[in-house]
């Protein structure tokens, strides 16, 4: 059972290419979200899924897109690299969240640098 | 200690001591609350998780206690080991205000001294 896999762990981009950051999940959960993390900050989410084909912003939406054409997959596209979004991108999946049990699995995640 | 800036609170704690860890919330009608773990280089754990009409609800070694009057919400691991060292998140959501949004605290840093 592999759980929730991010690929690439490392990433180094120029500022303005673009790349996709890959979540996949075998758990047939139904909820998946994208997170960032920076230095001595929490968890900021960035678009999140309740379901194949639903999708939504989360606190810090700027310059990512989503998609969710699959329940077991949920890209991260950075359309426009910057600086600014230098930081450790976390994937997450869990049962819907409306139930009992919120226990989200997290991937071990994605380390971007943008130069 | 408190946070301040960019720095994660910190807490140090004797191996074989209880270890208290706190979180202050903001929205009162969040619903749920959960405790995760992150180690070092890795990505955050699940450890419990408590809803708004509970106060307390006990784990392996671990307790967390909620108070809706204040919006604090703590964790309280009892005999601290080693491998307890790393970086402790509180999370919460609301149905009502945030539907399926899971907001993240920023963090304690837990260390563990031999």
């Known amino acids: 059972n592999a759980g929730v896999t991010q690929t690439p762990k490392f990433q180094v981009l120029k500022t303005g290419q673009s790349m996709t950051l890959q979540c996949a999940q075998d758990?047939?959960?139904?909820?998946m979200s994208w997170y960032r993390q920076d230095p001595g900050m929490g968890l900021r989410l960035i678009h999140y899924?309740?379901?194949?084909?639903?999708?939504d912003q989360g606190e810090v939406p700027n310059g990512y897109n989503v998609s969710r054409s699959t329940t077991e997959d949920f890209p991260l596209r950075l359309l426009s690299a910057a600086p600014s979004q230098t930081s450790v991108y976390f994937c997450a999946s869990s049962y819907s969240i409306g139930n009992v049990n919120t226990e989200a699995f997290f991937g071990q995640g994605t380390r971007l640098t943008v130069v | 200690g408190e946070s301040v800036g960019l720095h994660l609170p910190t807490l140090s704690v004797q191996e074989g001591d209880n270890s208290i860890i706190n979180c202050a919330y903001s929205?009162?009608?969040?619903?749920?609350f959960i405790w995760y773990k992150q180690e070092s280089g890795k990505g955050p754990q699940f450890i419990i998780d408590i809803r708004s009409n509970m106060d307390k609800r006990q784990g392996q070694r671990v307790t967390v206690l909620l108070n809706k009057t204040v919006k604090h919400l703590s964790l309280q691991i009892a005999a601290t080991q080693p491998g307890d060292s790393a970086v402790y998140f509180c999370?919460?959501?609301?149905?009502?205000?945030?539907?399926?949004?899971?907001?993240f605290g920023p963090g304690t840093s837990l260390s563990v001294i031999p």
């Open positions: 899924s309740v379901g194949a084909g639903i999708t």
């Open positions: 758990m047939n959960h139904e909820y």
């Open positions: 929205n009162s009608a969040s619903d749920y």
């Open positions: 999370a919460e959501y609301s149905m009502k205000t945030s539907y399926d949004k899971v907001i």
